[in-house]
């Protein structure tokens, strides 16, 4: 039955078993299902035993079963894996209990051990295992597409990528309350996948994890050791709110791209990572672009196992019309171009800038960089960094909000010392704006094309207002130059028709009285001031 033996032994036939064969390094045990149908279980050990290919068209298999009827040399045995592609593509298989009759150190299932089995709709893990982080291997379960809810246990803490790629009725899981990475593709394309029971130990959820699913409200904020959310995590899913933990100081690429429903957004940084760090991300390649964009660039997904009938192909969609509010907890700068073209921001509240101290920044995307001074630290390439007051960048970058034309709602820190260059610039519906108290400086065309900006009192310490900072901001009625600014640029407030009264505070010590003139004139406006 086996390959060659150097000596072979005929064994009293156990109920249900074909054939079996040992010698004193190996065993071998066919072992009779339903339909005529059979499995193999090959090893070096009675107790430690491999289940490693099937035969006919079984329809259910129970491992305490097995593990109750074979014996060897009157041993009993223990089935204490499930070889590599053992099951692939075995479309008769409905019902699989893996609850072992007999206690084993360990348990894995092997890569593909289950792929394609596309009538599995039922499946019990073992729980008889000593040791913890069991091994669920990569693309074990992908293409079940009948499998609709699988409770993990406690006894596998290690979910390799894909292992549930394409359970397409997956509509429930719990994961190891040990599990600390969800690996890439773990649940990628389970459409109906709603439910998950998050680990309190996860540390990092890799890329794709999650995309094409149906998961729709996402509060991770309980899950303070969480630091790491990888590119197209959550891609395509159905999400409308996003909650992340403090903890997180990494996000990767189109972590939440293309979520039409995405509505809320509540994170604890802004870009990747805190501070000047490799592969820094916009908020915009995370969570997209603007809206009516063909999306024909979709990242493939981990690769999974070759389906010879699936010649299914994505057709590039149109990203429909969506309103976004988002809320960031603490920056260390908000970078030029940061929003730039989010047609579908709304409403934005950045509340501090990061307090100067030691950090430890989480990066899967940095490991293969020899110029970092890294470690490992429970599967993630993490780095110590310290931020200093200098680090940290209290301006609102070049064109960070430019063309955010649905944008109505702003709230800056308080101690925002400037506003770069193009800032908000065309953020047409933006109504009313609180100025930070501490700003200083207004660059140019900040504001220009704000077409509904209305008046609003520039703070005390305000000294600089830049060129063309307020062209076409039509609603203004009026300009006050308050005792502290000394510069306004050329044509400030070029087309905004809508003033027609300017006034200078006495204390002022550059626009005096007899300077009027010169406010009143060419330089800043392109019409007649009343007053």
Partial sequence: F?????????????????EKEYTGKDISVKYLLDNSSYVLL????????TLTKYVGDLTEVSLASIEEKV????????????????FYGCDTLQSLDMSKATKSLSFEIGKQAFAYCVSLETVTLPESVYVDYNIIGEYAFSYCEKLSDITVGDKFATVEQGAFAYCTSLSSIALSPKQKVIEAGTFYHCDKLTNVTFSDEIRSINQSAFANTGISNLDLSRYTKLRSIGSSAFEKTKLSTVTLPDSVTYIGNRAFFNCYDLVSVEIPFIGNTLGETPNASSFTSIYGMVSRQTDSDRPNPPSLPE???NNDEDEPTIRPERTMSVTVKAVTKIPARLFSGCDYLTSLNVQSYVTPGTYFVYDVNTADDPELDEERFDGITHREIE?????????????????????ASVSLPSDTEEIGMNAFENCKALTGFAYPAELEVIGAY????CTRLQDTEYPAELRTIGSYAFKNCKALTKVTIGEKITEVGEKAYSGCTGIQTVNVAKANGVFTEKEEGYIYSQHLFDHTISE
């Fill in 2 to 18: 086996l390959d060659t033996f150097d000596s072979k032994h005929t064994i009293d036939k156990d109920r249900n078993v074909i």
């Fill in 42 to 49: 090959e090893g070096k050990r009675a107790d430690d035993l």
């Fill in 71 to 86: 014996t060897v040399e009157d041993e009993a045995i223990s089935v204490t894996a499930i070889g590599e592609k053992a």
């Fill in 307 to 309: 389906n010879p009938d």
């Fill in 387 to 407: 931020i200093e007051y200098d680090d940290i960048d209290k301006t609102v970058n070049d064109s960070a909000f430019a063309n955010c034309v649905n944008l």
């Fill in 446 to 449: 900040a504001f220009s094309g």
